[in-house]
């Protein structure tokens, strides 16, 4: 019998990953994504083969992180051997705009998965994964952070991201849950959300170096992140939940890396040499030198372009109300214990991201060329 494993927040970047993992290693999977009025579903549309389909081990659901009855429902219809609880509203900046949601969806929400867990009578049976983050960490109290450093959350995603760390500990000491916290740091891909950080970063990038934008727009360009590939990170959620003991881990790469130096890799990877100039809100990105051989690779005409030309600039209205100015993960346990390892480095990420996003791109410069209507993809 093939273990049947659930996964919320399957749409997701995270979700679309793991599902192909799990897919490999013979797993029924099941998904919960959000009901909305146009499909949502590009990150896994290349898995699902519909309900038609005699071969099919992948199936979608409708759910809310925010219904407790729906979710019991489907934990008792589903009865899965794996629960991975990867659904949250994830964004740092809009949960200062949608706090209560916020807390509703990502820390309410964990309880309400455990507690269905619970009241099922599933305990025996199932396994728990919790998508914790970095963000706990918020204003450091140590560097590297590991699995014993304090939290100190600075943003109300943070805030409820510790409630659900705390409850999955509570439930696993209180009812012999076997649940994990995954403390993931910052983790990317060519399927990262377009507002995050780094694909806002890949994706201005290939649209300047097509001639499709002028300006990138960021706000604190000296906040450090430990960026890893997310394709790393969901292999390291299944093995947390192959270990004999539920415990909590922390994933992440040990390295980081200021904003503005990811900036600079990913204007590089299209032949476009970038230094800064200024401070705080007046600082520019200015092009230093243009490598037309390195673009021709690429197949891209920097002919547009010109040294000295402003390509990035401040906005204030990215600043947080509070900052998170550097996260540094330890991940030493995983390495010794479950002996993870690392497949990507930061060039092999923002190299992925790249050659993503400038085929994205091209598609639409095509389109656009054509006399075709492209979307804007303004925030």
């Known amino acids: 019998m093939a273990k049947v494993a659930l996964i919320t ?20 999977v099941h998904g919960i994504k959000r009901r909305a009025s146009l499909f949502n579903t590009d990150r896994i549309d290349h898995l699902f083969e519909g309900h038609h389909c005699k071969h099919n081990n992948f199936y979608l659901h409708y759910g809310d992180m925010t219904d407790s ?9 589903i009865c899965p051997d794996e629960i991975y609880n990867l659904a949250a509203q994830s964004h740092v900046a809009v949960s200062f705009e949608t706090p ?44 590297p952070q590991n699995e014993k450093t304090p939290f ?3 943003s109300p995603y943070a805030v409820a991201k510790m409630y659900a760390y705390w409850i999955t500990v509570n439930y696993r000491e209180a009812y012999n849950v076997f649940a994990c916290n995954g403390i993931l740091f910052n983790h990317e891909s ?23 934008q002028e300006k990138l727009y960021l706000g604190n360009l000296d906040a450090k992140r430990d960026w890893g590939h997310a394709k790393d990170y969901v292999k390291m959620m299944w093995m947390i939940l192959q270990y004999k003991d539920p415990e909590d881990w922390v994933i992440a790469t040990g390295q980081t890396t200021m904003v503005r130096d990811f900036v600079k890799l990913a204007f590089e990877y299209c032949g476009i040499a970038l230094e800064f100039v ?74 992925d991201m790249m050659r993503s996003d400038l085929k994205l791109m091209n598609k639409d410069k095509y389109l656009q060329e054509g006399g075709y209507t492209i979307m804007r993809y303004y925030e």
């Open 152 to 154: 100190y959350p600075r």
């Open 100 to 143: 209560e949601y916020t807390a509703n969806a990502d820390g309410i929400g964990t309880l309400r998965i455990l507690d269905a867990v619970r009241f099922l009578k599933l305990i025996d049976k199932c396994r728990i994964y919790q998508a914790s983050t970095s963000e706990l960490y918020g204003k450091v109290q140590e560097i």
């Open 9 to 28: 927040g399957v749409t997701g970047q995270d979700g679309a990953y793991l599902s192909e993992f799990l897919l490999s290693k013979g797993y029924e």
């Open 190 to 212: 060519p399927v990262r959300g377009e507002t995050f950080v780094t694909r806002k970063i890949t994706r201005a990038a290939a649209k300047i170096s097509l001639n499709l």
């Open 69 to 77: 009855m729906n979710l019991t429902r489907l934990i008792a219809d």
């Open 278 to 351: 200024g401070k705080g809100i007046d600082e520019k990105g200015v092009i230093a030198k243009l490598d037309f051989h390195k673009a021709k690779e690429h197949h891209l005409d920097l002919s547009h372009l010109k040294i000295g030309q402003e390509l990035v600039c401040v906005d204030p209205q990215y600043f947080r109300p509070t900052e998170v100015d550097l996260l540094l993960g330890d991940p030493s346990k995983a390495e010794e214990k479950l002996g993870w390892n690392r497949e990507f480095n930061l060039e092999d990420l923002v190299c």
